[in-house]
């Protein structure tokens, strides 16, 4: 049957809604993902199916934000999320200043959370300072949004157009662009968590562009 909400508190809108709403359902609040459109893509739909597959599959892993269920909300497909109070790495940076012994901290945490992904043979491939949570309440650093994570399968990825890539473009790693003769695996996350690490440090990205084939450029010709 479908859920209905009490109360909901819009925190995102794109391809997506994201939401932390009230259901009589739980006792606690729940973040809600579903399409934005009435009428989704395949595409939409699939990154939904998979962001819970993969979720469940880590969710022996702390420091990954846990699926609660899937359920039909206003007639949509939704996914059900652990809500964690905090913010988005990208807005803790930005908010305030950082020790550095805070700062390694969070890095630590980061690559053991990341590690813990890998060794379940799996792969974010969207790692960014967004998909990033830092929660009031330890643990602090939770790793979200597996909508474009993928199996470790060692396959070479064609190349691509720049709006068909997984992944953020400031952060996706060399092989990711579909440019270079290499397979995407767990080295692809760990340049992704280098940008982020990066970002953490100096509050900037390391190649900032609004211009897609010259982010591309900067990965592929300047690293």
């Known amino acids: 049957m479908p859920m209905a909400s009490i109360q909901q508190n819009i925190i995102y809108q794109g391809n997506s809604v994201i939401s932390v709403e009230t ?3 739980y006792s606690h609040p729940v973040v809600v993902k579903k399409p ?3 009428h989704p893509s395949r595409r939409i739909l699939r990154s939904l199916e998979k962001e819970y597959e993969m979720t469940c599959t880590l969710k022996a892993v702390e420091g990954v934000r846990k699926a609660l269920g899937q359920q039909s ?3 949509q497909p939704a996914l059900i999320l652990e809500y964690i109070e905090g913010e988005t790495l990208r807005d ?3 908010r305030k200043t950082l020790s550095l012994r805070a700062k390694l901290k969070i890095a630590v945490d980061l690559a053991r959370i990341l590690g813990k992904i890998h060794q379940q043979d799996v792969i974010h491939l969207d790692l960014n300072s ?3 949570l830092i929660g009031d309440k330890p643990p602090a650093v939770h790793v979200i949004d597996l909508g474009s994570a993928s199996r470790i399968t060692g396959n070479v990825h064609q190349k691509v157009r720049p709006d068909q890539m997984l992944g953020t473009l400031p952060y996706i ?5 579909g440019r270079i003769n290499r397979a995407v695996d ?3 996350d760990l340049y992704s968590l280098g940008v982020v690490l990066y970002e953490l440090m100096t509050r ?3 190649f900032d562009s609004k211009n897609p084939m010259e982010l591309i450029h900067h990965h592929l010709a300047r690293v």
């Open 173 to 177: 790693s060399p092989e990711q662009t």
């Open 73 to 75: 909300i206003e007639n």
């Open 204 to 206: 900037h990205l390391p």
């Open 186 to 188: 767990e080295c692809s």
């Open 23 to 25: 259901f009589p359902e």
């Open 92 to 94: 803790h940076i930005g």
């Open 36 to 38: 934005s459109k009435r």
């Open 130 to 132: 967004k998909n990033i």
